[in-house]
T-cell receptor
Framework: DGGITQSPKYLFRKEGQNVTLSCEQN?????MYWYRQDPGQGLRLIYY???????QKGDIAEGYSVSREKKESFPLTVTSAQKNPTAFYLC???????????FGPGTRLLVL | KNEVEQSPQNLTAQEGEFITINCSYS?????LHWLQQHPGGGIVSLFM???GKKKHGRLIATINIQEKHSSLHITASHPRDSAVYIC??????????????FGKGTKLSVKP
């Protein structure tokens, strides 16, 4: 079945630790996105990639990093520089500009 | 002021009622999206529209470009429709291309 997967479902981070969230898609989509969702707020764009080996900062990129070495994969690293990382993280993919985005099930990140 | 405003924030209905959720936006857009987020967090795209009206089953989405307003209607509502409904607009050319601005969502609860 085609789809987009994220792992893990829950992730715990200790102070000063970097953690990486996985996002994989087998929809053959060129574009991939990372969003952050906080209670009472709309989704906010962290990073996006429109093609392999290229990515752009979104609205709240500080404290995060990404890579796009393969079309299928777009991992997000939450670095120790991100002071308030507790949130629900959603990955999405799409054919490209102005196309429908397909979302993964999300990863909930908690700080210990 | 948020660029995408939804109303109401919360909505409780009895099974069988006709439901309307509204979305207003203040920017030029390429398209408007309606999304559904279930309690587990996963998001499903319901509609993408740039003019007129679209229908899928009991769901109807309309958009008025001149008034910068869209509505999502649910006919014969059912408890399984209980979810958060999110409006998102595609950014115009010149912005972060292909990326969405999200409303905060409308939480719908349908009672049996």
């Amino acid at each position: 079945d085609g789809g987009i997967t994220q792992s893990p479902k829950y992730l715990f981070r200790k102070e000063g630790q970097n953690v990486t969230l996985s996002c994989e898609q087998n929809l053959n989509h060129d574009a991939m996105y990372w969003y952050r969702q906080d209670p009472g707020q709309g989704l906010r764009l962290i990073y996006y990639s429109q093609i392999v080996n290229d990515f752009q900062k979104g609205d709240i990129a500080e404290g995060y990093s990404v890579s796009r070495e393969k079309k299928e994969s777009f991992p997000l690293t939450v670095t120790s520089a991100q002071k308030n990382p507790t949130a629900f993280y959603l990955c999405a993919s799409g054919q490209g500009f102005q196309e429908t985005q397909y979302f993964g099930p999300g990863t909930r990140l908690l700080v210990l | 002021k948020n660029e995408v405003e939804q109303s109401p924030q919360n909505l409780t209905a009895q099974e069988g009622e006709f439901i309307t959720i509204n979305c207003s936006y203040s920017v030029g857009i390429s398209a408007l999206h309606w999304l559904q987020q279930h309690p587990g967090g996963g998001i499903v795209s319901l509609f993408m529209l740039s003019s007129g009206k679209k229908k899928h089953g009991r769901l109807i989405a309309t958009i008025n470009i001149q008034e910068k307003h869209s509505s999502l209607h649910i006919t014969a509502s059912h408890p399984r429709d209980s979810a958060v409904y999110i409006c998102a607009v595609g950014r115009p050319y010149g912005g972060s291309q292909g990326n969405l601005i999200f409303g905060k969502g409308t939480k719908l609860s349908v009672k049996p």
